[in-house]
């Protein structure tokens, strides 16, 4: 079974650092990794994805991730926070083949502040 | 084009209830998701269907929640005899096809209020 630990449900960063979100996965199988994003009251949308090709990511609004095999990581960065990136993240993970592959299990996410 | 809709936003009903929650995925969409979402458990998947094959009902936490999708588009998420525990946001997704190249689009979900 597969499972994600997002390390810190809240992080506080000054606008224009650099903003870190940790993500840990457990997986039986090569895993396919995601990052979401969450606005107040909205529905989540993709950031980036990790569907083994190369293992940087880049996503959209400036942000990145690194699939890390030997540490079991795909951390989210982004070398300079922006008001507007003030939401809560989400890490995922689903298996890369088989009969349930597609079917996301989600870290517990991370809250993330930018302060001006 | 138009994203994933559901309705409705949102539902407050009396504990013992029956509630429906619809779902409209993206046209063309032949994977369709349901997830909850609440404070205790964070995102759960509760069931997937993928064009005219079985549903994966894997996730549905008991006998009193099940779904429909007909004519491989619009879903609905049924709970019977609702639960203050059934209170949460349920998050309907649809992708392109169920591999993992394609991205699950969300929608904007239904928050269940369960008095």
């Known amino acids: 079974a597969q499972s994600v630990t997002q390390l810190g449900s809240h992080v506080s960063v000054s606008e224009g650092a650099l903003v870190l979100l940790r993500c840990n996965y457990s997986?039986?199988?090569?895993?396919?990794l995601f990052w979401y994003v969450q606005y107040p009251n909205q529905g989540l949308q993709l950031l980036l994805k990790?569907?083994?090709?190369?293992?940087l990511v880049k996503g959209i609004n400036g942000f990145e991730a690194e699939f890390k095999k030997s540490e079991t990581s795909f951390h989210l960065t982004k070398p300079s926070a922006h008001m507007s990136d003030a939401a809560e993240y989400f890490c995922?993970?689903?298996?890369?083949?088989?009969?349930?592959?597609?079917?996301?299990?989600f870290g517990q996410g991370t809250i993330l502040t930018v302060h001006p | 084009g138009a994203g994933v809709s559901q309705s409705p936003s949102n539902k407050v009903t009396e504990k013992g209830k029956d509630v429906e929650l619809r779902c409209d995925p993206i046209?063309?969409?032949?994977?369709l998701y349901w997830y909850r979402q609440s404070l205790g458990q964070g995102l759960e998947f509760l069931i997937y269907?993928?064009?005219?094959?079985?549903?994966?009902k894997s996730g549905l936490p008991s006998d009193r929640f099940s779904a429909e999708r007909t004519g491989g588009s619009v879903s609905t998420l049924t709970i019977q005899r609702t639960q203050q525990e059934d209170s949460a946001v349920y998050l309907c997704?649809?992708?392109?096809?169920?591999?993992?190249?394609?991205?699950?689009?969300f929608g904007p979900g239904t928050r269940l209020t369960v008095t």
């Open positions: 990790y569907t083994s090709a190369a293992t």
């Open positions: 269907f993928q064009g005219n094959s079985a549903p994966d």
């Open positions: 997704a649809s992708s392109l096809d169920r591999r993992l190249g394609y991205e699950q689009y």
């Open positions: 997986s039986s199988v090569p895993p396919y």
């Open positions: 046209s063309g969409h032949t994977a």
């Open positions: 995922a993970v689903t298996k890369s083949g088989g009969t349930s592959y597609g079917k996301l299990t």
